[in-house]
């Protein structure tokens, strides 16, 4: 190297080193986090603090800090916030049992979330909705059929709640070693389940173990396995301390058990419910620094405007202030919202990736994967559609748009409904005839005096006329939901029993008794419905759920074979709410698969399908293992029946020790599941690796112990009860095994 060379490289290295002195340490990308986060911090007022922990940030003008508006959803496709795909509700999706789908769709979500992101602070658009902070997913447990958020969620198991909590939240936060590409939110933290007419002076009482057994395991898997970057707190109390500022619940289990170092928010409003509902304080100030003190970083909603007051009373050390803001920072900047654009790779996601061609394709299968058969007399399903002369629809969700998206939807470029599907999968030389027979609700003439019946006739000249009737009965979106945002629910959002609203029911025995044409009745709907009279005198049943943009395609598939359906519910169908203990009752003794004793409608775990599947030659690695060692199950799966199709292959576990000696334990337990694909006349050797984990009971104190003693486990296409068994004509493989050694202690 010459001496102008020298020169040159000296004068450069200068130049880079005097724009480094300019920059502030925050705003250099080449700096630690931490040192990035402390620096902004040392600059900041305690009001400009207390501004940044409000959903509603302000911007810092002085520091070229931005407005931000933390509050985002995107349950099953971005919400709110103009056009996006809308793929099946939650409760749809958990129907697939398959965790691969949920990340894929999820990871579909995240860049329709940054493609979207991306274009509105293009246009300097920062307002609510508009983040890449996302309130999402709901991993509450589905305790009660009656409750209206139930749709939110991924039903009543933890086990299968916990796998598509963590699929959902690794695809959504992405695996980039720099930066996320969206921040997910495990909600609602915790034993929150309804009613939503109470929600904001519950107090949710609950025994350690059903806590730790049921209510905690998924909130455990986001942390510990899916890194979830937030966690929101609930309205109501558990065990008299709000959720949203329990020391129990965010302090010593949340942080310090599982190491959780993202932050918290509170869910909206309840800040405010803690004094004014709750009333375990009487102000303002005390609320807020009683939730910042016990580990809530952030307010949906204004009470935390009132910290810089509880600072100047002494209620909150400003210390405490700087640990939630640090939290808060260290979102953002693993979002990469303060680093130069072109150093954030998810900043270069095109506009034109929203509800795009490929994501239609992925929203019709996975609307293909949740649907589950319920009922199938004589295989009347599949039916081919084209070599019918007039196939009857009737119902009053055949035509209806809502049905398809559930509730914190976005708004899809198109949709296809049932009605329209069937059309489509009937083709041109099919005649579909229509009629929705009655609406969802009615069941008592009109102020004008028009009969709710009136389109009974109508409906009944459908039937008559056809070769086939499909009736599309059920719920809507209007009829189950959040407090406050159901137009038509008259239980605050939860339903006060499980009947089809309205005349539904008595439109389907017209059909039934009063023609002689087959009838498959498609249920559209987000919790379990009784539908009892129907299965005992219809011939097939099909649950859909609220199947998405894509949910009208999708359903002609599933019912002319296109598409072999192979769902499986994600909670109990029981008989009727006397089933059921109080809705106020969160003790698990009754409820859910796990400590159900009644007979149930359909249950956990439960699906048909139109071709056939054995199961042989269950083997484990060993039958008698030490404390702390892992088993591997294996089984053989043969397709015997006439056609390609996935099955959902199941494990479940039981302790036979604890339930000689008389403890209170679930009657078996899901412990692994697969879907798997089958061509007819095929095998494949199935396997899953059973861990020490998943052999340890909780105790009485919450804690996880693995004792020796003896184990059985069960494998097949359905858990091991009486009704799976007289439902489908099988029962899964059975195993023993014995664990030995020591008692191992394995914590929380």
């Known amino acids: 190297m010459n001496d102008k060379e020298m020169n040159d490289k000296e004068m450069n290295n200068k130049e880079k080193n005097d724009k480094r002195k300019k920059v502030p340490v925050f705003k250099d990308p080449d700096q630690p986090i931490e040192k990035r986060i402390d620096d902004l911090i040392d600059r900041l007022s305690l009001e400009e603090k207390v501004s940044q922990m409000l959903y509603y940030s302000s911007s810092i003008g002085h520091l070229g800090i931005r407005e931000y508006n933390w509050w985002n959803e995107c349950l099953h496709g971005v919400a709110r916030a103009g056009v996006a795909s809308v ?27 940054r493609a979207k992101y991306n274009q509105s602070v293009k246009y300097e658009d920062r307002e609510i909705y508009k983040g890449l902070t996302f309130w999402t997913p709901n991993i509450n447990i589905f305790r009660d059929p009656r ?34 590409q969206a921040a997910a939110c495990a ?41 979830v970057e937030a966690v929101m707190g609930a309205y109501n109390r558990v065990n008299g301390k709000p959720a949203c500022a329990s020391d129990q619940l965010l302090e010593d289990i949340l942080r310090d058990k599982w190491g959780f170092e993202g932050h918290v928010v509170s869910d909206c409003g309840a800040i405010e419910d803690i004094y004014k509902r709750h009333k375990v304080v009487d102000t303002a100030e005390k609320a807020a620094a009683l939730a910042v003190n016990n580990g809530c970083d952030l307010n949906c909603g204004r009470v935390f405007e009132s910290l810089q007051n509880a600072v100047e009373k002494g209620l909150i050390p400003e210390e405490n202030i700087d640990r939630s803001i640090r939290r808060l920072f260290r979102t953002r900047f693993k979002l990469g919202m303060f680093d130069p654009d072109q150093s954030v790779p998810f900043n270069r996601i095109p506009f034109t990736v929203n509800d795009s061609p490929e994501h239609q394709k992925l929203n019709k299968r996975a609307s293909r994967e949740t649907m589950v058969l319920l009922k199938n007399e004589d295989s009347l399903l599949p039916i081919d559609l084209t070599e019918k002369d007039i196939v009857g629809v009737i119902g009053p969700n055949a035509d209806n748009k809502d049905v398809l998206l559930g509730n914190y939807n976005g708004r899809p470029s198109h949709y296809c409904t049932p009605l329209e599907g069937i059309r489509k999968a009937a083709g041109e030389n099919t005649r579909v005839l229509y009629s929705r027979g009655c609406d969802l609700t009615s069941s008592e003439s009109s102020f004008w005096g028009r009969s709710p019946r009136a389109e009974f006739s109508e409906a009944l000249g459908v039937a008559e006329h056809s070769d086939i009737v499909i009736m599309c009965l059920g719920l809507s979106p209007a009829l189950e939901g959040e407090e406050g945002a159901v137009a038509e629910s008259d239980g605050g959002g939860d339903k006060k029993d499980l009947k089809l609203p309205g005349l539904q029911e008595e439109l389907l025995k017209e059909v039934v008794n009063n023609t002689d044409t087959p009838v498959i009745l498609v249920l559209f709907n987000g919790s379990p419905l009784a539908v009892n009279w129907a299965e005992e005198n219809v011939e097939a049943i099909l649950e859909a759920w609220y199947p998405g943009q894509q949910g009208g395609e999708a359903l002609g598939d599933v019912l002319t074979g296109k598409y072999n359906p192979a769902g499986r519910l994600p909670l109990t169908f029981v008989k009727s709410v006397q089933q059921l203990p109080e809705f106020t009752d969160y003790s698990m003794e009754g409820r859910t698969y796990r400590y159900f004793k009644g007979d149930p409608l359909y249950p956990f775990g439960y699906g048909l399908s139109y071709t056939d599947f054995e199961y042989s030659n269950l083997r484990l690695s060993s039958e008698s293992v030490s404390a702390g060692d892992r088993i591997t199950v294996a089984a053989d799966l043969s397709n015997t029946g006439p056609c390609e199709g996935q099955e959902v292959v199941q494990l479940y576990l039981t302790n036979l020790t604890a339930r000689e000696k008389g403890i209170k334990l679930p009657q ?26 998943d052999m340890a009971r909780f105790q009485e104190d919450g804690s996880r112990q693995l004792e020796p003693g003896q184990y059985k486990l069960y494998v097949g296409g359905q858990q091991p009860d009486a009704r799976s068994a007289e439902l489908t004509g099988a029962r899964p493989l059975t195993q023993e095994f014995s664990v030995t050694g020591k008692k191992l202690n394995l914590g929380y």
């Open 87 to 113: 793929f099946p509700q939650a409760i749809g999706m958990s129907a697939s049992f398959n965790p691969e789908l949920i990340k894929e769709v999820s990871a579909a979500i995240s860049d329709e979330a």
């Open 147 to 180: 409750w209206g958020r139930g749709q939110e969620t991924y039903g009543e198991d933890p086990y299968l709640t916990g796998r598509l909590g963590v699929a959902f939240i690794k695809g959504l936060q992405g695996d980039d070693p720099d930066y996320m």
């Open 187 to 227: 909600k609602h933290y915790a034993v929150h389940s309804g009613p939503e007419s109470l929600r904001h002076e519950f107090d949710a009482r609950v025994s350690d173990k059903d806590l730790w057994e049921t209510y905690l395991p998924a909130f455990r898997a986001a942390v510990k396995e899916a890194d």
């Open 668 to 693: 078996w337990e899901l412990k692994g599941i697969k879907r798997v694909s089958l061509k007819k006349d095929t095998k494949q050797s199935v396997s899953f690796d059973l861990t020490p984990e």
